[in-house]
């Protein structure tokens, strides 16, 4: 069985910071019956200016004939990023093209926040399919350390083929890390395997279509660490057979981060409302709180708190809106630096 094409390094660093990354896709251009344009909304939290030090454009296509003589542009915020069809990775196997992008958009992300458009304009006689946009953006934060390696390209792996990756560190920060491997998945009958250091993490079945492999407390031993994908052998042919895996981002990281919890509540009985008091128990303030009180399944009442420093407390009043239906849930979520965290706590009236 075989294993085409092959995954490269592209960056590598260490900075007193973290990394955020959002993926979309796909989208068909070109060809009979489909636009020539799309635009697409890439969400980030507001992270802008100086402390943007690194922003990638990632794109993957796939087309059944080399896309050139076409008419291929790139919008990034309004910005014209590119005029031509240029990957810097394409392989041809079995009459497909398979194509990767990359664009520095970092000049771009310093001066943008929050959401940022693409627009693909692509006008060709065949069809173009682009199997993912991806936004990649590393930023300082002081509260934060990072060393990651981020390694694209295209590779195809034949049912009953596996491949094994080797991917180096700057440095190793601490025992615990994050590992992210983007795939576009052939068929909902195959089978793919993931390993790190020859410890299984996971296996899937039942998807299809681009796939994000995502881990959030991966081991970290050293520097190096070898990832290794397996295609299972097919029970049943199915068409297209190849899985596809064009990226794998993994990093080892220290973050301070803020912890929200309930300290105490009270049922106000005269104005039929609970009073609850929240505080930060963690090591820095979140970016915005929110307070949502769900009863019997459904929310009712939502509060958006913009900043609790660590150590203070703060109270919220929620009415209720029976006063025999006392018992209730509070879900709380923060956020700090696009990283989202949820509690949920439990309200009993007293007996």
């Not at 294993?3 to 960056?11: D, F, L, N, Q, T």
């Not at 900075?15 to 993926?23: A, H, P, R, S, V």
């Not at 060709?124 to 199997?131: H, K, Y």
């Not at 390696?149 to 920060?173: C, F, Q, T």
Request: overall charge neutral.
């Amino acid at each position: 069985m075989t294993c085409i094409g092959s995954i490269s390094p592209i960056k590598a660093d260490y900075i007193k910071g973290d990394l955020l990354l959002y993926t979309s896709g796909p989208m068909k251009l070109g060809g009979h019956g489909n636009p020539k344009s799309q635009k697409v909304v890439l969400e980030m939290p507001e992270i802008y200016g100086e402390s943007i030090k690194c922003a990638i454009l990632d794109i993957s296509t796939t087309s059944r004939e080399k896309a050139e003589h076409v008419r291929w542009k790139l919008w990034f915020n309004g910005f014209s990023i590119t005029r031509e069809f240029r990957p810097q990775f394409i392989w041809c196997h079995e009459e497909k093209y398979y194509s990767r992008l990359l664009y520095d958009v970092t000049p771009i992300m310093r001066i943008s926040r929050g959401s940022h458009t693409l627009v693909v304009l692509y006008e060709g006689s065949e069809e173009l399919i682009i199997d993912n946009a991806s936004l990649i953006a590393v930023y300082e934060d002081p509260a934060s350390e990072l060393s990651y390696a981020y390694h694209a390209g295209i590779l195809l792996l034949d049912p009953g083929s596996e491949r094994e990756i080797e991917i180096n560190l700057p440095r190793k920060v601490s025992d615990v890390g994050e590992l992210h491997v983007l795939s576009f998945i052939p068929s909902r009958s195959a089978k793919v395997s993931l390993s790190m250091n020859n410890r299984l993490l996971t296996t899937v079945e039942g998807d299809v279509g681009l796939h994000e492999m995502k881990f959030d407390d991966v081991l970290i031993e050293d520097e190096r660490a070898i990832i290794k994908i397996k295609h299972h052998e097919a029970e049943h042919p199915y068409y297209p057979k190849h899985l596809k895996i064009m990226s794998i981002i993994l990093s080892s990281m220290k973050i301070m981060t803020p912890k929200i919890t309930v300290t105490k509540y009270e049922y106000l009985d005269e104005e039929n409302a609970y009073e609850v008091f929240i505080s930060n128990v963690g090591e820095v303030p979140p970016d915005k709180i929110i307070v949502l009180a769900v009863e019997s399944g459904v929310p009712f009442y939502r509060k958006v708190l913009n900043s609790v420093d660590p150590k203070e407390e703060v109270s919220v009043k929620i009415p209720l809106r029976n006063k025999d239906r006392r018992k209730l849930s509070l879900r709380i979520v923060w956020v700090r630096m696009g990283r989202r965290w949820m509690e949920t706590f439990n309200l009993n009236p007293p007996s």
